[in-house]
């Protein structure tokens, strides 16, 4: 793909990984670098790239409209890192959430690896790019990726009190696995087990549910690829 005319690069911060761009989220692709597991790369959207510095450590980013304002760690993470129980290798699955600069969106959930030496290396960061990525229901539902010989997960978050989350795969019922994100529990992150879901798996009627069994808002309950 091709750069528009005005399009002038800037240096990518590993740490935090901002994102912008394209669709109703917004999503960034990482490859798989020689020595230190994920090194970064821009996602060409929509004939633009999109990159940008993110947050001050220490600087608090408030979560959405909700009544939580986050302050990221060094390492750019606002809370605590979610294991997903899911290895690569040498190298832990987890996810984490990340701040963004778009307007009512102000996080987003990275799908990346803890290396063996307590280090993260991001792999994809997705985020919602219009209105409030806090509203209820789906919101930045990740089709899995191959980067570099490395299959990404199938993950995003829900906004509200889901304590169970389904889709058809290829049209079995899969459940998903869950975690509440430590900086606000009505941000339900969740993911599938890689070992049932791949790029090429056909993912719908993703749909969660309350704790007694009722069926919640869908939201954006796509699933986006690339």
């Known amino acids: 793909m091709h750069s528009t005319p005005d ?32 090194a970064v790369l821009a996602l060409l959207v929509g004939g633009a790239q999109f990159v940008g510095p993110g947050p001050d450590a220490g600087t608090p980013v408030a979560a959405g409209s909700g009544p939580v304002a986050a302050t990221p760690h060094a390492d750019g993470t606002l809370g605590d890192v979610i294991a997903t129980g899911f290895r690569d290798g040498a190298d832990e699955r987890v996810l984490y959430v990340v701040a963004t ?14 290396l063996p030496d307590g280090s993260l290396t991001p792999g994809v960061l997705a985020n919602e790019t219009k209105g409030s990525g806090r509203a209820e229901g789906f919101h930045a539902a990740q089709q899995p990726m191959v980067i570099e010989g490395r299959t990404t997960l199938a993950y995003g978050y829900y906004s509200g009190a889901a304590t169970r ?11 998903a696995h869950h975690a509440a994100w430590s900086e606000d529990p009505s941000i339900i992150v969740f993911w599938f087990d890689p070992t049932q879901i791949t790029p090429d798996t056909n993912l719908q009627s993703l749909t969660a549910y309350d704790s007694n069994g009722r069926t919640l808002p869908a939201g954006r309950n796509d699933f986006a690829v690339g």
Do not use: C, H, Q, Y
Request: net charge positive; proline share 7%.
């Open 101 to 114: 600069d778009v307007p009512g969106v102000p996080f987003g959930i990275v799908s990346g690896l803890r």
């Open 7 to 38: 399009f002038e690069p800037r240096p990518l911060d590993l740490a935090v990984v901002m994102a912008a761009g394209g669709r109703l989220r917004r999503r960034r692709r990482l490859a798989v670098g020689a020595a230190s597991g994920f």
């Open 165 to 175: 989350i389904t889709v058809l795969a290829d049209g079995k019922l899969l459940e």
